[in-house]
C-alpha cells in the first residue's frame, strides 16, 4: 500500500501562490492515477486536480487556469501548483494514489488564503 505525506500548505495572501508536494513510498506509485482533493471546514471533500501514470490531467472548473498539477514518477511526487489564490481556497488539501485495486490518503496540508 502507498504511502502518502503531503507538505506546502501555510497561510498565504489573497492572490499568492503555493506549491504543494505529496511525496509517496512504495514500488507502485508509477501505477497510481494520483489526485489532490480538499476539504473546507463544513463542506464535503472534493476533487481539485487528477493525472494519470501517463500525466493525462483533470481539474475542477473552479481551478482551471490557476492550478497545475504535474508528477514525477522517478522521484515518487506529485506537486499541485497553486496560483492567483482566492478565500473559497482555504481548505485542507489532501493527496491520493488510486489503482484497480486500492486507495490510498494522506493525512493532508493545510492552505489558508488571507484577505
Known amino acids: 500500500q502507498v504511502q502518502l505525506v503531503e507538505s506546502g500548505g501555510g497561510l498565504v495572501q489573497l492572490g499568492g501562490s503555493l506549491r504543494l508536494s505529496c511525496a509517496a513510498s512504495?514500488?507502485?506509485?508509477?501505477?497510481?492515477?494520483m489526485g489532490w482533493y480538499r476539504q473546507a471546514p463544513g463542506k464535503q471533500r472534493e476533487m481539485v486536480a487528477t493525472?494519470?501514470?501517463?500525466?493525462?490531467?483533470d481539474y475542477a472548473d473552479s481551478v482551471k487556469g490557476r492550478f497545475t498539477i504535474s508528477r514525477d514518477n522517478a522521484k515518487n511526487t506529485v506537486f499541485l501548483q497553486i496560483n492567483s489564490l482566492k478565500p473559497e481556497d482555504t481548505a485542507r488539501y489532501y493527496c491520493?494514489?488510486?489503482?484497480?485495486?486500492?486507495?490510498?490518503w494522506g493525512l493532508g496540508t493545510q492552505v489558508t488564503v488571507s484577505s
Open positions: 491520493n494514489c488510486r489503482t484497480t485495486w486500492a486507495s490510498s
Open positions: 512504495g514500488s507502485t506509485f508509477s501505477m497510481c492515477r
Open positions: 493525472i494519470t501514470s501517463d500525466h493525462n490531467t
